[in-house]
């Protein structure tokens, strides 16, 4: 039973630095954008058009390993590593072949939007946790 | 009497590409930070939390002269080119010192986002008009 | 005898504003994507690591129909407008679907770098300019 | 004696997201730029054109306590944990006036660029270690 998502990706020019590699900043931007990719490949969105949910960032980090450099192509390896009543903590690898470039994890709360336009806390819908339980590590 | 508004700017890192200079992208968001920098100076916002008034970009276009390297510090030169009834024609130059770096133009349109959520054009407030009205070059 | 390129792409989430869609800026990277994929597909590299050549923007330009929204597919057509000794226009089109998005032009122009750092316009090299060839409109 | 730094910043329309606030990923740009602010602050510029150094981040990490939105004042207050043979540790701390944005680590090592543009750590030159003392927290 899989429970890893894979996301393939290549790096684009605008998001190379000065020092010739993909900026810091925008590994992060790679791990969120395999997270959505999981949700979709279990018929989610994790920004519903007009919809009440959010997943507010708790909390990030990364540890950097090697570089990326322009048109390299690279996946991304997400698991669930806890799914929580209200948190999510996601684990991710970035590798290139056999290179490995980073390894990072994001944790994030469902909220629910205000009338006054602010974030509240709240549990997750069971129709959610259940489409993602597959990637939970055991 | 004053017709056009002057933005200072600092290059950083993330802004670079492997080329060593400013990603011609981001040269785009150099000319809108100004744009706002300017809404702020007679005391509007272009995004007001809650507002009903939107500016979607009609067209944007750039002539590019000189890079912008790592901390490079120019200028923004804003003026509106055009106030019409529904849109604002805005024209930048920006500059090192006395090295001209680039020059471009952004037209907009004021819109009201309807109960659906799409925007819809509409006339611009006489009170922002107004207080716009001095950087219109005559 | 095909003489444009289409380049499939996705928005994420991470390039939307507080608008909801996608900023303005990021529309030229989607063009720039689409230049850099068309370039791979003849077996060519924008951008060769240690290598003598680059392509400084000399102007771009873009017109804004339709926005677009997280998690969008859409794509990008590229056609050559000019293919000239030392310089290159792209013509861009964006749809999603049968839905026109936006429409965009980019011109650059070859530079090679010079002992001390300095970019220094030059003529595009054959075996480029052949292998581009193909998409030239006529 | 000051052991920090402050860098001062304003929130740019293009750093929000369809939620309303600063993504995640800028949130680690604003920590480098403070860091960059510092060394420019004691004379010194983390990437000089045609240097030899670079300072390949090894971590970066954020605990996230409120958003920022479009326009928010805010400071970074910036502190180096550990100033090491080879690597400098950076604390951050993101603050509207009081109200607690976030906080978070950036690691980086000091590298030379090899005759095949690779990068290979090295000791970090005392005029460097010399003029960042003062921003080691004891």
Same mark, same amino acid.
């Given at each position: 039973?899989? @429970?890893?998502?894979?996301? +393939?990706?290549?790096?684009?020019? =605008?998001?190379?630095?000065?020092? *010739?590699?993909?900026h810091f900043s %925008?590994m992060?931007?790679?791990?969120?954008?395999?997270?959505?990719?999981?949700?979709?490949?279990?018929?989610?969105? /994790?920004?519903?058009?007009?919809? #009440?949910?959010?997943?507010?960032?708790?909390? =990030?980090?990364?540890?950097f390993?090697?570089?990326?450099?322009?048109?390299?192509?690279?996946?991304?390896?997400?698991?669930?590593?806890?799914?929580?009543? #209200?948190?999510?903590?996601?684990?991710?690898?970035?590798?290139?072949?056999? %290179?490995?470039?980073? %390894? *990072?994890? /994001?944790?994030?709360?469902?909220?629910?939007? *205000? +009338?006054?336009?602010?974030?509240?806390?709240?549990? /997750?819908?069971?129709? /959610? @946790?259940?489409?993602?339980? @597959?990637?939970?590590?055991?």
């Amino acid at each position: 039973m899989p @429970s890893e998502f894979r996301y +393939a990706r290549r790096v684009q020019f =605008a998001e190379t630095d000065l020092a *010739g590699i993909v900026h810091f900043s %925008t590994m992060f931007r790679y791990m969120e954008e395999a997270e959505h990719a999981m949700w979709r490949s279990v018929g989610l969105t /994790i920004a519903e058009r007009g919809g #009440r949910y959010g997943w507010p960032r708790l909390d =990030a980090a990364m540890e950097f390993r090697n570089p990326l450099h322009f048109e390299d192509e690279f996946e991304v390896v997400v698991r669930i590593a806890a799914l929580k009543t #209200r948190t999510i903590q996601y684990e991710f690898v970035l590798r290139r072949g056999q %290179t490995p470039i980073a %390894t *990072g994890v /994001i944790s994030c709360i469902c909220a629910v939007k *205000g +009338a006054d336009g602010t974030m509240k806390a709240t549990e /997750i819908p069971d129709e /959610i @946790s259940g489409k993602l339980a @597959s990637f939970v590590t055991r």
